[in-house]
T-cell receptor
Framework: GDSVTQTEGPVTVSESESLIINCTYS????????LFWYVRYPGEGLQLLLK?????QKGSSRGFEATYNKETTSFHLQKASVQESDSAVYYC?????????????FGIGTRVLVRP | DPKIIQKPKYLVAVTGSEKILICEQY?????MYWYRQSAKKPLEFMFS???????DNQTASSRFQPQSSKKNHLDLQITALKPDDSATYFC???????????FGPGTRLTVL
């Protein structure tokens, strides 16, 4: 089946430092999956951070970027300069959309702690 | 105002009992989903519905039964509860099956 592997947390960084969370995927149910990053801030629900549906394209939101690399089956999340408000749990997900629906396969989640 | 409501937020049940988890969405979406997250495991897809019809079922056990009484409702009935059913259950919805999914806050179920 489909699977997603991401950086094991917690990841601790200082404010203004760069952040990268690795995500690799294996898609057996679909040739060109959609790729997503979701985020859960403390005390809040899961929300979509960014998505990319075309291989080779880059998605960006709130200073975060991720590029859909089909060759390396990766979708790493990066931010050049983090803020304390970026402390959250980040989830990489693969979407297999077909006639039966759109099942999301998630990674385990990476907890990020940003020190002031 | 929350757009996807899940009730209750916390639920404690005894082994062998039955519970219903409620999900209502006010986004005008046509597709709804259930996911589950057990301790130290990824969110796991359970069901998807489109226009109140079951599209995909990845749950092996028939003890889990979605119920869609209205287009914006997708409840989850769980019978003969087991301690292994302890998890946070998330409802999600999307405009249609090919669109991004929005998640509710979850119901944390503990089975004793």
């Amino acid at each position: 089946g489909d699977s997603v592997t991401q950086t094991e947390g917690p990841v601790t960084v200082s404010e203004s430092e760069s952040l990268i969370i690795n995500c690799t995927y294996s898609a057996t149910s679909i040739a060109y999956p959609n790729l997503f990053w979701y985020v859960r801030y403390p005390g809040e629900g899961l929300q979509l951070l960014l998505k990319v549906i075309t291989a080779g394209q880059k998605g960006s939101s709130r200073g975060f970027e991720a590029t859909y690399n089909k060759e390396t089956t990766s979708f790493h999340l990066q931010k050049a300069s983090v803020q304390e408000s970026d402390s959250a749990v980040y989830y990489c997900a693969l979407g297999a959309a077909n006639s039966a629906g759109n099942k999301l396969t998630f990674g385990i989640g990476t907890r990020v702690l940003v020190r002031p | 105002d929350p757009k996807i409501i899940q009730k209750p937020k916390y639920l404690v049940a005894v082994t062998g009992s039955e519970k219903i988890l409620i999900c209502e969405q006010y986004l005008g979406h046509n597709a709804m989903y259930w996911y589950r997250q057990s301790a130290k495991k990824p969110l796991e897809f359970m069901f998807s519905y489109s226009y109140q019809k079951l599209m995909d079922n990845q749950t092996a056990s028939s003890r889990f039964q979605p119920q869609s009484s209205k287009k914006n409702h997708l409840d989850l009935q769980i019978t003969a509860l087991k301690p292994d059913d302890s998890a946070t259950y998330f409802c999600a919805s999307s405009q249609d099956v090919l669109y991004e999914q929005y998640f509710g806050p979850g119901t944390r179920l503990t089975v004793l």
